[in-house]
């Protein structure tokens, strides 16, 4: 059966779909030897697939992994990196299972950063119709007024586009410096930095304390653990009840 060739990446364990397709525009994957495009399918029991010359066996049977690291500042949310600054994958010490990060927090940002070799899952948890909810805690160099909580909370024009209604509230207020709480539900590049920038905003600190019903909790900083099967469980039933709304909000559309 032909699916996908991205679909294919993403269940072996490699990455992503998303981070798939980005390697299939980027023509480092082949299918039999020949490019790839976006689009393109193939079949697992037949086709060799290859990303950067190294086959990718699909048939081999893996056990998923799902972690939960609580991020430092000064690390950056890649496998590697060319400019040789610290990557969150040094801190996963003893994870012998190949697994991605699933999202990304900026090397100035902290806290929650998901793990995981499941592609599917990690898609899911991604994409927008999922609504799987992240929540920040961000602390800004000065003081916020209500036009300002408001104009976060209905949606601000980033990079040509509107984000999607958020929820914002203050935490603490001190002379010189607010601590907010703002919760979104979708993951464009440094979008809550990007969103108090365009309210006149300027972020002191940022950390992300949740990811759906996930909890960063009591974690070091720098240190990982693996999900319960409570946590996989309610993760899941968040995505499945965010598919759900989203498929509910497009039949009232109609």
């Known amino acids: 059966m032909e699916v996908r060739v991205q679909k294919l990446i993403a269940e072996s364990g490699y990455c992503s779909r998303r981070k798939a397709e980005e390697l299939i525009s980027e023509k480092r994957v082949k299918i039999n030897g020949r490019p790839c495009n976006l689009g393109d399918k193939a079949d ?27 991020k430092p500042r000064g690390y950056v949310t890649t496998m590697s990196d060319e400019m040789g600054r610290r990557c969150v994958t040094d801190l ?11 999202g990304r927090l900026d090397r100035n940002s902290e806290g929650l950063l998901l793990f995981t070799n499941d592609g599917d899952l990690a ?4 994409h927008p119709s999922c609504h799987v909810s992240k929540t920040y805690r961000v602390t800004v160099h000065s003081d916020v007024n209500e036009d ?26 001190e002379p010189e410096r607010t601590v907010l709480q703002i919760t979104i539900k979708e ?3 440094r979008q809550v930095r990007k969103m108090c ?22 974690l070091k900083p720098g240190t990982y653990r693996e999900l319960t099967s409570a946590e996989l469980t309610a993760l899941r039933n968040s995505i499945s009840k965010g598919t759900e709304t989203n498929a509910s909000n497009r039949k009232k559309k109609r």
Request: glycine content about 8%.
């Open 44 to 70: 697992k029991t037949k086709d060799i697939i290859s990303i950067d010359g190294e086959n990718l066996y699909i048939e081999k049977k893996r056990s998923f992994i799902y972690i939960m690291l609580n």
């Open 187 to 189: 993951g464009r590049n």
């Open 148 to 173: 300002q909580v408001l104009e976060l909370t209905n949606g601000v024009e980033i990079d040509g586009r509107m984000t999607m209604p958020a929820s914002v509230s203050v935490l603490t207020k």
């Open 197 to 218: 920038e365009a309210v006149g905003l300027e972020v002191a600190r940022l950390k992300r304390t949740s990811v759906g019903p996930l909890k960063l909790g009591m």
């Open 123 to 126: 898609n899911k948890i991604m």
């Open 92 to 102: 996963l010490e003893g994870v012998e299972e190949r697994v991605f990060p699933i």
